[in-house]
């Protein structure tokens, strides 16, 4: 079956670095999502990866190694506002999302 | 307005009625989706359209019925549903489904509640 891992939650404080993990096992690659998504609000788009390596994008960053089914989230100078869910999402061989629960990200000052 | 809108934000039903939830996107796109998210577990695709066509259908129970009039709307139709449907329905679009390129823009879901 199709799998995608990531931890239930996790506390970091503010002004601090977090790396939010992800592993997958799917049938075929043809990239991986992260998202976003504070409480009571619709997911929105951060980032995606198709090849091997790190992606930057101001404060955050995203890191995929396909050999190992794996990738992370890399948030920098967290910000109360970060505090929301971070979703994974892998896109299969026939073009379907596959997701994963996500993470809760809380923020301490 | 602009991206995706749903109403309603809210709903709450009893099992033997019928409602709808709605969904229009601003954004030109070709594909809409259904998607619901229960508590700490993964997002699960119901239904996807491309260019209105139903192109998924994920063994959903036939309770759920969805109808999609043009690119722009898509309507999920709810009768006899079950506690267990309880969730927030989320409505999203791409520009093309079956493309990696493809990111998805989400709703911001209605919140169902059967009792």
């Known amino acids: 079956g199709q799998n995608i891992d990531q931890p239930t939650e996790m506390t970091a404080t503010e002004g601090a670095i977090v790396q939010i993990n992800c592993t997958y096992q799917?049938?075929?690659?043809?990239?991986l999502f992260w998202y976003q998504q504070h409480a009571g609000e619709a997911p929105t788009f951060l980032s995606y990866n198709v090849l091997d390596g790190l992606e930057e994008k101001g404060r955050f960053s995203s890191f995929l190694s396909r050999s190992k089914g794996y990738s992370y989230l890399l948030l920098k100078e967290l910000q109360m506002k970060d505090s929301a869910s971070y979703l994974c999402a892998v896109m299969d061989s026939n073009y379907q999302l596959i997701w994963g629960a996500g993470t809760k990200l809380i923020i301490k000052p | 307005e602009t991206g995706v809108t749903q109403t309603p934000r809210h709903l709450v039903m009893g099992m033997t009625n019928k409602k709808s939830l709605k969904c229009e996107q601003h954004?030109?796109?070709?594909?809409m989706y259904w998607y619901k998210q229960s508590a700490k577990k993964p997002l699960e695709l119901m239904f996807v359209?491309?260019?209105?066509?139903?192109?998924e259908n994920n063994s959903v129970p036939s309770r759920f019925s969805p109808e999609c009039p043009n690119s722009s709307h898509l309507f999920l139709h709810l009768h006899t549903l079950q506690p267990e449907d309880s969730a927030l329905y989320l409505c999203?679009?791409?520009?093309?489904?079956?493309?990696?390129?493809?990111?998805?823009?989400f709703g911001p879901g209605t919140r169902l509640t059967v009792t």
């Open positions: 999203a679009s791409s520009q093309d489904s079956g493309h990696w390129t493809s990111e998805q823009y």
């Open positions: 359209y491309s260019l209105e066509e139903r192109v």
């Open positions: 954004l030109g796109h070709n594909a």
């Open positions: 799917t049938s075929g690659f043809n990239g």
